[in-house]
C-alpha cells in the first residue's frame, strides 16, 4: 500500500480548521495538497459579494472540468497521497461528479454554534447551506451509499483536543502511514494556499501547529442561533460516526 497512490478528499465547511489539517498533510514528505479547489467556480455561481470577486474570477480557474482533470492528474514525483481540502458548500447541485469515485473520502466537522460565531457580519446573515452541514451530509450519505460503508468523520474539538491521537486514527482510517510530522509545521505562505486564502484575511501563514481547545461556546444573537439550532441535528449525526 505504502507504493499505491492515493487521493484524499477532505469535506469541510467554513471556519473550520481546515487549513491547519491541510498544512499537517503537506508536512508530510509523500503527499501534495490542494486547497479549495472549486472556489472560484463557486464564486462565479453564486452571487456572494467577496471583497476580492473581481480578480479571483479573472485569475482563478473556474471551470469545472479543469478543476476536475487537476484532481485526477498524475502525482508529482516522490508522492504517493494528493491531499484534496475540499469546502463541501462550493459544489453545486447537477456538477458531474464522477471524479469523486475516484476519491478516498473523509469528513471534518465543526459545532455549528463554533462556526456561526466566527462568521464575518459584513456578508450579511448566512444562511443554512453557509454552515456547510446540509452538503456534508449529502455528501457522507453519497459516499456511503457508493463504496458500501461510512467514510471517517473526525470533528474539530477532537483534533484541538488530542492531535496525535486524532490524526494517528485518521491516517490508519485512510489506510496510509501514521507521520508526526503533521502535528507541526513552519510559519509562512505556501504556494499551495488557495485563493480563498491569498485573496482574504486568513492568518494561517502564522500557524505552526494546531489551535488549543476552545473555551465556552460563545454567544450568538437569535438569529444565529435559531440558523444554529437548525443546522445541528446534521452535526449531531455526522458527529455519530466520529473517529
Not at 181 to 187: C, D, F, S, T
Not at 194 to 204: L, N, T
Request: proline share 7%.
Amino acid at each position: 500500500m505504502a507504493n499505491k497512490e492515493k487521493r484524499i478528499a477532505m469535506w469541510s465547511g467554513p471556519h473550520t480548521i481546515s487549513a491547519q489539517l491541510l498544512r499537517a498533510f503537506e508536512n508530510r514528505q509523500d503527499t501534495q495538497v490542494i486547497d479549495e479547489p472549486f472556489f472560484a467556480y463557486f464564486l462565479a455561481h453564486s452571487d456572494i459579494e467577496h471583497p476580492a470577486r473581481v480578480a479571483i474570477l479573472k485569475t482563478e480557474v473556474i471551470d469545472s472540468v479543469a478543476i476536475e482533470t487537476a484532481l485526477l492528474a498524475p502525482l508529482k514525483p516522490g508522492k504517493t497521497i494528493f491531499y484534496q481540502n475540499h469546502m463541501s458548500h462550493h459544489l453545486k447541485i447537477g456538477m458531474d461528479q464522477t471524479w469523486i469515485e475516484h476519491m478516498t473520502h473523509a469528513f471534518l466537522i465543526e459545532d455549528p454554534i463554533r462556526t456561526l460565531a466566527r462568521h464575518d457580519p459584513s456578508e450579511g446573515l448566512p444562511s443554512i447551506s453557509d454552515t456547510g452541514l446540509p452538503q456534508q451530509m449529502s455528501m457522507f450519505d453519497y459516499v456511503a451509499d457508493k463504496f458500501g460503508s461510512p467514510p471517517p468523520v473526525i470533528d474539530a474539538a477532537d483534533l484541538r483536543k488530542n492531535p496525535a491521537k486524532i490524526l494517528n486514527k485518521l491516517c490508519n482510517a485512510l489506510g496510509i502511514a501514521v507521520d508526526e510530522a503533521m502535528l507541526a509545521w513552519p510559519k509562512g505562505n505556501r504556494d499551495s494556499d488557495g485563493a480563498s486564502k491569498r485573496w482574504g484575511d486568513s492568518d494561517i501563514a502564522e500557524t505552526t501547529s494546531f489551535e488549543k481547545p476552545l473555551g465556552r461556546s460563545p454567544r450568538l444573537d437569535d438569529e444565529l442561533l435559531h440558523l444554529a439550532d437548525l443546522a445541528m441535528p446534521y452535526y449531531e449525526r455526522l458527529l455519530r460516526y466520529r473517529l
